[in-house]
C-alpha cells in the first residue's frame, strides 16, 4: 500500500496530465471550427507548454491548411526562444508549401523568415524575403510584413521609414477594421518617438496601443513588448514607479509564454532603471538576466545590449576598467557590420566615459568621435520632422474617418424618411461649413507649429554641435597638458578646460531641455560643481551643497554665472584646503526683491587677506570683469572660510 507522499505525487501527476489534455485540446481540436485555435488569436488559455503541444499536433495533422498554420506558428513563437530551432521550422514549412504548390502560405512563411532572419542580425535578406512575400499573401496579412519592414529600417537607423511604415500598417488595420494591426502601429510609433527622446508622445501613442491590445483581450508577444515600450518611456521621464510596474507586467507575461527576446528587453531596461535609481545589487541581477536570456536566444543583438547596459551599471560604480571590458565586449558582439546605430552610438559615448575616468583621453576622444558620427546618422533633423508630420497626419486621419463615418450614418437615415433626409441634409451643410473652417484654421495652425518646431530643431541642432565642438576643445586641452612637465602650465591648461566645461553644459541643456531659452540653475551649478571636484580629484574630501529653490535664467545671465561660479570653485579648491583638509563648499542663488538677485558661494576652508583674494591673476579679473559684464557689485568676507557675495539686477528670470 502507497504511503501519503507517493499519493500525493501520484495525484499531482494526475491533475498536471489532466491540465495538459484540457490546454491541448483547446488549441487544436478536431471536432470544433476551425480545428485549430490559433495561439495569441484565437486563445491565450495556456502555459510554456504550448509550444511542444504544438509540436505534437504538427505530427497527427494531415490537412495542409491546419498543419501549414501549426507550423508558421512553431516557426514564429520560436524565434522568441532560440533563433536556430525557429529557423529549422520555418525552413521545414518553405520546403512544405514549395512541394504543395501553395503560394499563399509559402508567402506568410516567407514573412516569419524575414523576421528570423531579421533577429539574426541579416538585414538585407530579412528586407529581401519580405519583399518576395508581398505579391503572394493577402491584404489581410501586409500589415504584419510592413511592421516587419519597418524593424528592418529602424535596425538601419532609418526611423523616418520605418515611421513610414508604421503609418501603412496602421492604415490598413483601419481599413480592416483590425485591432492588432492597429495596436502593434502605434507600439512601432511609441518605440520609434522613445528612440527620439519624446517620451510623453511615446507614452502617449504606447498607452493608446495598450488600450488597443487590452480591448482585443489576448495577452501575446506585442501586447508583452507594448508593456515593455511604455516602461521605456516612463524610464525615460524618470518616472522609476510607473516604469517598474510596467516592466514587472511585462516580465510576468513573458516568463508564462516563455518570450526569451522580451525577457532580455526587459532585463536590459531594468539594469538602467536601478543603475538610475543607485540599487547596483538589483541591477547587477537584471544585467546578469539579460544576458542569460540573449545566450538562450542565441541572439547576438541582445547580447550585445545586455553587456553594454552593464557597462553603463559599472560606469555608475566607477569600475571603469570593468566597465571598459563589458562595452568593447559589446562592441565586438556587435562587429563591423551591426546595422543598429542608435545602440553602438550608446556603446562608444559609455566608452568615452570610461576612458576619460581612467585618464585615457586619447581613447576618450577617439570614442568621442566615433559617438558623434554614429548618433548624427540616427538623430537626423530629416527623421525628427518626419516621425512627428506622421503623427499630425495620423490625427488628421482618424478625424476624417470619423467624420465618413458620420455621413454614412446621415446618407442611411436619408433614406429612410424624407423629413429626416431634409434635415440631415441641413445639419450636414452646416457642419461641412464649420469642417472646412476648422480644417482651414488648422492646416495655418499647422504650418505655424510646424514652423516653429524647424526653428526650434534648428537651434537644437546648433547648441548640439556648439556643445560637441566645445567638448572637443576641452579634450584637446587635457591632451595636450598631458605633454606638458611645468605644473604651472598644467594648471592653466585645466582651469582653460574647467571654463570651457561650464560652457559646454550650458549647450547640453539647452538642446537636451524643453526651454531653448533658459537654464535650470540649481541642477547646472550641481553638475558643474561636481565637474570641478572630479577635476581636482577631490571628490570624497569637500562636499558641495547648492542650498537653492529650482531657478530658470536666460542664457545671456546663465553663461556669465557659470563662469564666475568655476572660478570661484577652481580658487577653492587650490587654495581652500590645503594638506588633504576636508571641507564644504555651498553654492546658492537667491532673489533679494524683485530686482536684485544674489550668488553666495562659501566654504569653511582656512580663508585669505584681501590683498590675496583681491590679486591681479587671471581668474581674479575674469571674475571682475564678469561681474561688470551684470552690472552687479562683488564682496568678499573672510575669517573662518572664505565668503563671496554677487548682487546684480535681473530682468529675465523665467517662472
Known sequence: MMDQASGKLVLCCWVWLLILSEVNSQIVDSKQFPPYQKVFVATDAFDDTYLDILKTQLDRSEVDSVRFSILNDLAYYWHTRNLKTAAEFNDQGLNETHIAKDSLWHGRFLITQGSILLRQEELDDAETVLKKAVDLVTKEDLAFLYTQ?????????????????????????VELHDLKAQALAYSDLSNLFWKQSKFEKGLELGLKSLDLFEERGIDDLDYDFTLYVVGNNYLGLKKFTNALSYFKKSIEIGERYGFYNNLSDIYISLTDLYTDMGHYAQAEEAGQNAIKYAELLNNNFMLMRSHLAMGKLQNSQLKYTEAIESIEKSIEIATADFGDGFFLSQAYEALVVSHSQKGDYKKALTAHQRFTKLKDSVFTLQADQRISELQTEYDVALKEDTIKLQEARIAQQKSRQMLIMVVAGSLFLLLAALFIAFKNNRRKNILLKKQNEEKGFLLKEIHHRVKNNLEIVSSLLLLQSAKLDDEAAIGAMQESQNRVQSMSMIHQRLYQGENLATIEMKDYFINLGNHVLDAFGVQKRVILKCAMDRLNLDVDTAVPLGLIVNELLTNTMKYAFPD????????????????????????????????????????TQLINLLVKQLDGTLEYHTGKGTEVAIQFKFGKKAA
Open 580 to 619: 588633504e583638509q576636508k571641507g564644504k563648499i555651498n553654492i546658492s542663488l537667491t532673489t533679494k526683491d524683485a530686482e536684485i538677485m544674489e550668488l553666495r558661494v562659501t566654504d569653511n576652508g582656512v580663508g585669505k587677506n584681501n590683498e590675496v583674494i583681491q590679486g591681479s591673476g587671471f581668474g
Open 149 to 173: 519592414m519597418g524593424y528592418v529600417y529602424e535596425r538601419r537607423g532609418k526611423l523616418d521609414i520605418a515611421a513610414d511604415y508604421a503609418k501603412k500598417s496602421l492604415e490598413l488595420g
